[in-house]
């Protein structure tokens, strides 16, 4: 099936677009990895996942009518030529019905640039959250979820603060296959995030879970430890235990990058400055402090750890940046 064939199933058949609607989106950190599509145009997941989102950190969208298409990324006019603005517009174009709409989009992320998070998933969240409120469509949560996801696999759960889970879903058209929050709150739970470069990857995640899934061995493997770290992660975070928590989201975590290191020609996302972070965060815990790692596709480190560590901690990672998750409870 097609987006479009999908989105169109959703849509009013004249759209009344609002002057203007603006929304925000967090970034999210998955504790248990999406690594793998089975339908690479919907980007339909091989094994559910469940992440946290980074609470003030994310994107905000705002979109207006306008007298032609403009877009800026962080106050800068980009031109039309730009994958960015292409991409967008691309995904813009999904929901307006064929109607000529012009549009002025400003989006303006909150990760800082320096600490090298990828802003895909959250930037794919506002901007579905604005087109849903520009367009005046009042779609629910969980379709709005599953159309970010074919913005990009993860911003599926950037719809919401906390823990989230991203089902997999088995229908052909995936719309059964979006994210929802968990109740759970954690106040004293935290992110570090030890950057080691701020620079895009040179390998995109799309091409990295393609390479992976058609040429590593170890990969039939993923979707069946995916499953059970789920399970384990959803229990570890009703018991609030955070032991279980960091030692399932680690493992799982260097699993996901030992099914890349084993494709052809290899997926290596780390730099020498990752594994020495690694070390140190091995060296920590055997001295007593309880912090876990996981890393996504790229080279920086994120530390798990509870806030009564959270000083120990700063003073082993001194650049490192902490974030609270839970300090933050609704999009508003
Ligand atoms: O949503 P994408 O296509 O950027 O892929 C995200 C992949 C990982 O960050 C490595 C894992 C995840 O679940 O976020």
């Known amino acids: 099936m097609n987006q479009q064939a999908i989105i169109d199933r959703y849509l009013p058949a004249t759209l009344s677009p609002a002057a203007k609607a603006t929304a925000f989106a967090p970034s999210n950190i998955a504790l248990c990895k999406y690594w793998g599509k089975r339908d690479a145009a919907l980007n339909l997941p091989t094994n559910a996942s469940l992440s946290v989102s980074l609470g003030e950190l994310g994107t ?93 696999g993860s911003a599926s759960r950037s719809l919401y603060h906390g823990f989230v889970e991203w089902h997999k879903g088995e229908q052909a058209d995936g719309m059964d296959s979006f994210a929802e929050p968990l109740a759970t709150q954690w106040p004293a739970f935290r992110i570090g995030i030890v950057t080691v470069s701020a620079t895009a990857k040179k390998i995109q995640s799309r091409e990295g879970m393609n390479r992976t899934v058609s040429t590593s061995q170890l990969y039939e493997k993923w979707p069946v430890q995916a499953a059970n770290d789920l399970i384990t992660l959803k229990k570890a975070i009703a018991a609030q235990d955070f032991s279980i928590l960091g030692e399932t989201a680690e493992h799982n975590a260097l699993s996901m990058h030992a099914t890349m290191i084993s494709a052809w020609p290899p997926v ?65």
């Open 60 to 152: 905000t969208t705002t979109l207006q009518l306008a007298a032609a298409n403009s877009l800026s990324l962080n106050g800068v006019t980009l031109s039309k030529e730009d994958m960015f603005f292409k991409k967008v517009f691309a995904f813009v174009e999904l929901f307006r019905r064929g109607q000529d709409i012009p549009l002025a989009i400003e989006t303006v992320n909150t990760i800082p640039t320096a600490a090298g998070l990828a802003s895909s998933a959250s930037g794919f969240a506002a901007l579905t959250l604005a087109i849903n409120a520009c367009f005046s469509l009042n779609l629910p949560l969980p379709v709005l979820s599953a159309f970010a996801r074919m913005g990009s």
């Open 268 to 332: 290596l996302y780390w730099q020498p400055e990752s594994v020495a972070v690694m070390q140190r965060v091995w060296d920590c815990r055997q001295n007593g402090l309880e912090v876990y790692l996981t890393m996504d596709a790229g080279p920086n480190v994120k530390l798990l750890f509870l806030q009564d560590q959270e000083a120990s901690i700063k003073a082993k990672f001194p650049d490192m940046t902490v974030i609270a998750p839970f300090s933050v409870t609704s999009i508003p």
